[in-house]
């Protein structure tokens, strides 16, 4: 599998999206919130924002994942790739905070995709059969290259 740096000069080249790393309003670059298991990252790549996972995500670390996305949302960020490659555990509040997130985005009119979904989160996808819930992609670039097109579909419609 190409590295996702590879990815990311793939899909310039291809003028489909632009990958430029901008720091979001009133967000710092790099760990934007973190708890003892939980450390998210957020990143804007217009026309979405990604939210990079590292660690557990939890009974303990769900609400802080939530209150991320409704930060993002109440900024009009609607458009959320959340990129999970780097969890190491998921349980059913995870889950739980997944599906809350992926409500609230949609409620905003807007659109969330998982990306790296793996190990324990895609066991528990599977098991609990959610994983047809969600809109998953192998790669935060092609979560946003999706949402790129979808987002140019939606302009020509008008």
């Known amino acids: 599998m190409p590295s996702t740096v590879a990815h990311y000069r793939d899909l310039t080249l291809r003028r489909v999206a632009s990958f430029k790393t901008v720091r979001p309003k009133n967000m710092d670059e790099g760990a934007y919130m973190t708890t003892q298991q939980l450390e998210i990252t957020v990143s804007d790549h217009q026309p979405a924002v990604v939210v990079a996972l590292r660690g557990e995500l939890d009974i303990a670390s769900g609400d802080t994942f939530r209150r991320a996305i409704g930060n993002l949302v109440r900024q009009g960020r609607a458009k959320i790739v959340v990129d999970a490659s780097g969890l190491r555990f998921c349980d059913s509040s995870g889950l739980e905070a997944l599906l809350d997130a992926r409500d609230d985005i949609q409620k905003a009119a807007g659109s969330m995709r998982l ?37 140019s579909r939606d302009v020509s419609m008008v």
């Open 115 to 151: 990306t790296g979904v793996h190990g324990i989160l895609k066991i528990v996808l599977e098991a609990t059969r959610l994983r047809d819930t969600f809109i998953i992609d192998g790669t935060p670039v092609e979560a946003v290259a999706a949402m790129v097109v979808t987002a």
